[in-house]
C-alpha cells in the first residue's frame, strides 16, 4: 500500500538541516539551490532513470542515478484501476497511450489494472513496476525527480501530492507533462490540500507555439523541447529560448533514445542558457564537465 502523510499537510518549510541554510527567493530557486538540485551549470537529469544503461523507469535505474551523483532524475507516472500511482512509460498502440508490455508477450493498459494485478507481472526482463511511493523512498534526500503525469486523469495531481507531503521531499521535485491542463490541475490541488510550496512545471512541448505556456505557468516553470524539434530549425529555436528565459522561465531540453548525443549538443545548449538537460546519456554529461573543468 502506498503511505499515508506521516504531518499536517499544510507545511511551508522543509526541516531538514541542508536544506535551512538556503534562502531562496522563490519556490523554484530553493528545488535547484538545494545540495543535490544543482552540481552543473546546466543540470544533469536522468531520462527515465538510467534509461540506457539500467531498465528503463526502474528501482534499479533511480538507485543507479542516485550513486552517479546526478542532478536528478525523469520518470513517468500513471494511476492504475485503484489509483495506486506508478511508475511506468507505456506504449502506444492505435493512437491509445498507455499499454505495458509484459515479459509473457501479453499487453493491457495501465488504467484498466489494479495494483495486484500489474505487480503480479514482470516487465524489461523481469523488473516489477514501481510505486512513486517506492521510488521516493531510494531517492530522498539524493536527485531531484521531475515527474511526467502520463495519461488524462487530474486525479493523479492530488495522489502524486499526497505521496511528496508524506515523504516531506515538495522542495526536491518538479512536475512536467505534454497535457498542460496537469499544471492547472496540479495547483488546485495544491490549494485544495493546502500546500504552500509550488514545485516548477516543465511545459513539454512538440512546436515552438509556446505562449499559452507564459500564461498559464510562473516564474521558474520550465519549457521543454525535444532534440528532434530543436534540430529542424537551430536559429528558430534560439529565438523561442530567449523568449522562454526573459518571460523569467527555464529552458530545458530532452533528448530521444534513438539520438547520440555529442559534446556539440551540449555546446549548442549551454550557449542558448538551457538551464536542464533531460539526457539518456548522463554519464556522458558528467564527463563533459569533467573535462570543461580540466
Known amino acids: 500500500m502506498e503511505s499515508q502523510p506521516s504531518s499536517p499537510l499544510k507545511i511551508g518549510h522543509t526541516h531538514h538541516s541542508t536544506l535551512k541554510e538556503v534562502v531562496p527567493q522563490t519556490d523554484g530557486e530553493r528545488l535547484l539551490s538545494t545540495p543535490f538540485g544543482r552540481r552543473n551549470k546546466m543540470r544533469n537529469e536522468a531520462h527515465r532513470g538510467m534509461g540506457l544503461h539500467e531498465p528503463e523507469n526502474t528501482l534499479q535505474a533511480f538507485t543507479r542515478a542516485c550513486e552517479e551523483q546526478l542532478d536528478g532524475i525523469e ?54 513496476v514501481p510505486l512513486l511511493d517506492e521510488v521516493f523512498r531510494v531517492t530522498k534526500n539524493k536527485v531531484c525527480v521531475n515527474i ?23 522542495e526536491q521535485v518538479q512536475f512536467s507533462s505534454f497535457d498542460w491542463k496537469f499544471a492547472e490541475a496540479l495547483e488546485a490541488a495544491r490549494v485544495s490540500l493546502d500546500i ?13 507555439d509556446i505562449a499559452e505556456s507564459f500564461k498559464i505557468g510562473k516564474q521558474d ?50 550557449s542558448v542558457g538551457t538551464d536542464t538537460i533531460i539526457t539518456n546519456e548522463p554519464l556522458l554529461v558528467k564527463r563533459y564537465y569533467q573535462k570543461r573543468i580540466n
Open 196 to 208: 504552500q510550496i509550488r514545485p516548477p512545471f516543465g511545459f513539454l512541448t512538440e512546436t515552438l
Open 221 to 270: 516553470d520550465g519549457v521543454s523541447f525535444g532534440w528532434d524539434l530543436i534540430e529542424k530549425d537551430m536559429e528558430a529555436f534560439k529565438k523561442v529560448a530567449s523568449e522562454v528565459i526573459n518571460n523569467g522561465f527555464r529552458v530545458k531540453v530532452y533528448f530521444p533514445f534513438a539520438h547520440q548525443e555529442v559534446y556539440e549538443d551540449y555546446d549548442f545548449l549551454d
Open 75 to 128: 520518470l513517468d507516472v500513471w494511476l492504475t484501476k485503484d489509483n495506486a500511482v506508478v511508475v511506468i512509460h507505456g506504449h502506444d498502440i492505435d493512437n491509445v497511450e498507455g499499454y505495458i508490455f509484459f515479459d509473457d508477450g501479453s499487453k493491457k493498459l495501465v488504467t484498466e489494472m489494479t495494483l495486484a494485478e500489474l505487480r503480479s507481472q514482470t516487465v524489461l526482463n523481469g523488473n516489477i
Open 148 to 170: 511526467e503525469f502520463k495519461g488524462t486523469d487530474m486525479r493523479s495531481t492530488e495522489e502524486v501530492l499526497k505521496l511528496c507531503v508524506a515523504h516531506n521531499n515538495l
